[in-house]
């Protein structure tokens, strides 16, 4: 299922917004991923077949429910951001 297909439906759109990391996920020199929101977008805007791959299917899943249910959540959400992007090459 593509990630514009899933980040629609999953739970309350404040959550998303207001839940943020504890630490940043860094994807640049000059860009940081502060919220699930942030984090959410910056998958969005990946070339549809990136979105497919394994690691940042997980960190959609991970994404899910950290919105769904915070808690360990989130912290298990930036851990799956930050090997998805180390995956692909992408963090600086």
């Not at 860009?31 to 699930?36: A, G, I, N, V, Y």
């Not at 959410?40 to 805007?45: L, P, S």
């Amino acid at each position: 299922m593509p990630a514009t297909q899933v980040f629609g439906w999953a739970g309350s759109q404040k959550l998303w917004v207001i839940v943020r990391f504890d630490d940043p996920v860094r994807v640049s020199h000059k860009r940081k991923l502060l919220t699930l929101q942030d984090a959410a977008d910056y998958i969005m805007q990946l070339p549809e077949d990136a979105q497919h791959e394994v690691h940042w299917q997980t960190a959609i899943e991970t994404l899910i429910n950290a919105a769904e249910t915070g808690g360990g959540w989130v912290m298990f959400a930036r851990i799956a951001m930050l090997r998805a992007l180390n995956a692909d090459g992408r963090s600086q």
